[in-house]
């Protein structure tokens, strides 16, 4: 089996998950206010989304920060694309740009 280095990993989760949160917690259990905030908006939204406890992965929760050039959690992807935190997600859903940014992705087979 190959180990992937911290970096590799990180850029196939991105690539992967059309919508990827990286967060303090798990979904049922978010372990900071601004996880909270970030996993209800998606759950208001009916989005599917993958997820990343980066408190259970002290090595991405290391290394994300150098690759999107954001110093903080959660983080959300979209399409392989930085969103940002729970603060921007929050002004997007509040002016819509979020959900129209959610409409645009490719529907599921």
């Known amino acids: ?62 290394k994300l920060p150098q690759i999107s050039q954001w110093p903080t959690y959660p983080q959300l992807f979209v399409n392989g694309e930085l969103v940002g935190g729970s603060d921007i997600v929050l002004a997007m859903v509040a002016d819509g740009s979020l959900q129209q940014l959610l409409a645009s992705l490719p529907s599921a087979p």
Do not use: W
Not at 8 to 15: D, K, L
Not at 28 to 43: K, N
């Open 1 to 62: 089996m190959q180990v992937l280095d911290s970096e590799t990993r990180i850029r196939r989760q991105i690539a992967a998950n059309p919508v990827l949160l990286y967060m303090k917690g798990t979904p049922a259990a978010p372990e900071c206010g601004f996880s909270r905030a970030a996993v209800g908006v998606l759950h208001e939204l009916g989005q599917p989304f993958a997820f990343v406890n980066v408190l259970t992965a002290p090595h991405i929760r290391e």
